[in-house]
């Protein structure tokens, strides 16, 4: 057993404490009182440690920030003076607007002086592009039924190549000449292939001839009766 009040060591069923004299009969309320009082005394300590460690800790960071700030602020300044003052003033200022600006005067009145001496070949290729972009710029858009319509006409004998050779040469519209002009080179590639085909029919006829079982001159006497 415990004296509550001096820690005394006592023997069992003592009911007043031989050291301080304390009534251990009051001892429950009594330790209930004392370990109330130390758990306000030690929830009141620790408030103010946290308090303490946060005022701190709230100093630390502002002091760390102001730090930092300044850190970058002075760096950013370190970076621009050096590079952005000696670029913008003496490049854009003086040494780049004056003598390019000049240079630039200086280069359009001699364009302007050396124009009537221009070349006539550069003078014509110039107008004839001119003239091809406002033909374009005149040329309507052709909807697909008059492609359609166009592509059986040219496919008429005679009229239809007649009709061709008009749209290629002399169609205002630059869709129109460039349609009629595919149609026209397709019709010269067919002529060609027509032409070496039957030059070489003609050099094989023999050939030809044997492997049907047939001669050249029996060929063209069926030909000639059919007539």
């Known amino acids: 057993m415990v004296c509550y009040k001096c820690g005394e060591e006592l023997p069992e069923g003592v009911r007043f404490c031989t050291s301080c004299g304390a009534d251990l009969s009051q001892a429950p309320a009594a ?7 130390a758990a306000a005394e030690g929830q009141e300590k620790a408030e103010q440690a946290f308090e303490t460690v946060k005022t701190e800790a709230k100093a630390a960071y502002e002091t760390v920030k102001t730090e930092a700030a300044q850190t970058a602020e002075a760096a950013q300044q370190a970076y621009q003076q050096p590079y952005q003052q000696p670029y913008q003033q003496p490049y854009q200022q003086q040494a780049y607007q004056q003598p390019y600006q000049a240079a630039y005067a200086a280069g359009a009145a001699g364009a302007a002086a050396a124009q009537p001496a221009a070349d006539p ?3 014509k290729a110039a107008a004839k592009a001119a003239k091809k972009q406002a033909q374009q710029a005149q040329s309507p858009v052709v909807s697909t039924a008059a492609f359609f319509w166009l592509s059986i006409l040219y496919t008429v004998p005679v009229i239809g190549f007649i009709v061709m050779l ?28 027509m032409i070496i085909f039957g030059i070489t029919a003609y050099a094989l006829r023999e050939v030809i001839a044997a492997a049907f079982g047939f001669t050249w001159e029996e060929i063209l006497n069926a030909i000639e009766s059919v007539k």
């Open 121 to 123: 070949k550069a003078q």
């Open 166 to 193: 008009i749209m290629n040469f002399a169609a205002k519209n630059l869709n129109l000449r460039h349609f009629a002009r595919s149609y026209f080179i397709k019709f010269i590639i067919a002529l060609v292939l």
């Open 31 to 37: 330790a209930a009182e004392a370990v109330a009082e």
